[in-house]
């Protein structure tokens, strides 16, 4: 079940349910003492626009993570990587890679910076072992987990790890773990995933569902945030506005891009990079572990409980007019395009 929240004005506290959100130990990345003026987040998460960030999508039409990253990346957030997929709504691997490539190509063709090309990333979704132990489980060794772990040796911090934000299935993110069992010590997980319930949630529909067992993994290993709190994205760059989009390259290809966008309750897998880089954009927010399984068509996927003392996180409110106005806020500042 999907739950709705009635948007509320911007300049408004956050509400925490549970227990209030202990920002130094949150950021447990290995030893030593955390200086607060430098470790502490800046919102409700474990990380913020500070940290360093690889996203990792399949499709490029449906949502604007893409978008909003680049954006990001070019007021502040240090994008190390864009990670592209296949999964079962998406794939096609080729088409995918083409049109990452092509949003990229215009950015840079607009004078944006920092937009690295994206990365094809090839992986079955993981099988569950017959012990049902985690670290028994057979990776696929792909470019994305190989990835992640490269991006995360060099340029996490014990203080401020690398954000790993995903639209798609978690598989990247698991294979990483099977290759390096250190690596949640410098990565937190942040998805676009699954739902909220009012006592937790939920890793299915959307994105969960086409790797279960991989979101089992994530779970269990990495300090992991589950983003369910998904907002009306067709509101992000309506009809209205579209001749307000910036007569460069960039805005040619987000004009175009407008009418794919869905329109489904549970779309906008900008909400991983939104809740990571923007943090007044998460309202709302539980702390989570793994409480049991729920099943779907592909598997058996975890449910989450609120737990005060888990390593997750359920943002269960954002707020997606937040998030449009700096949107646009950076699409119409002439530095975000080298002038």
């Not at 990253?69 to 079962?88: E, F, K, M, Q, R």
């Not at 090839?122 to 057979?138: C, E, F, M, Y």
């Not at 992640?148 to 995903?166: G, N």
Request: glycine share 10%; hydrophobic share 40%; proline share 7%.
């Amino acid at each position: 079940m999907i739950r709705r929240f009635r948007k509320r004005p911007i300049a408004r506290t956050w509400v925490l349910r549970g227990t209030a959100i202990l920002a130094a130990g949150s950021l447990g990345c290995g030893s030593g003492a955390l200086d607060a003026g430098r470790d502490t987040p800046h919102g409700a998460l474990p990380v913020d626009e500070r940290n360093p960030v690889v996203i990792v999508n399949d499709g490029y039409t449906d949502n604007w993570q893409g978008e909003y990253t680049l954006l990001l990346a070019n007021s502040g957030t240090t994008l190390a990587g864009i990670l592209v997929t296949d999964s079962a709504a998406w794939p096609n691997l080729d088409t995918n890679l083409t049109g990452w490539q092509a949003m990229v190509s215009a950015a840079r063709a607009s004078g944006m910076q920092n937009a690295p090309d994206p990365i094809a990333s090839t992986g079955a979704p993981l099988v569950r072992p017959t012990d049902g132990n985690a670290d028994s489980t057979q990776p696929n060794g792909s470019e994305g987990a190989r990835f992640l772990i490269d991006a995360a040796r060099r340029l996490s911090l014990p203080y401020r790890p690398l954000v790993a934000a995903f639209g798609t299935r978690l598989t990247d993110a698991a294979d990483a773990y099977l290759l390096d069992h250190t690596l949640p010590e410098r990565v937190v997980i942040v998805a676009s995933l699954g739902t909220g319930a009012a006592d937790g949630g939920a890793m299915g529909i959307p994105n969960g569902e086409m790797d279960p067992w991989a979101d089992a993994i994530v779970v269990q290993k990495f300090r992991y945030v589950q983003v369910s709190a998904y907002y009306d994205q067709t509101a992000d760059v309506p009809s209205s506005r579209l001749s307000d989009l910036p007569n460069n390259a960039f805005g040619a290809w987000m004009a175009s891009k407008q009418p794919t966008i869905w329109s489904l309750p549970v779309a906008a897998d900008q909400v991983s990079i939104l809740a990571s880089a923007l943090p007044s954009f998460v309202r709302e927010v539980d702390r989570v572990s793994q409480n049991g399984w729920t099943s779907l068509s592909s598997g058996q996927a975890p449910t989450l409980g609120a737990d005060p003392s888990g390593a997750g996180w359920l943002v269960a409110r954002s707020d997606g007019p937040l998030a449009a106005n700096r949107l646009w806020q950076v699409l119409l500042d002439p530095k975000t395009f080298g002038k």
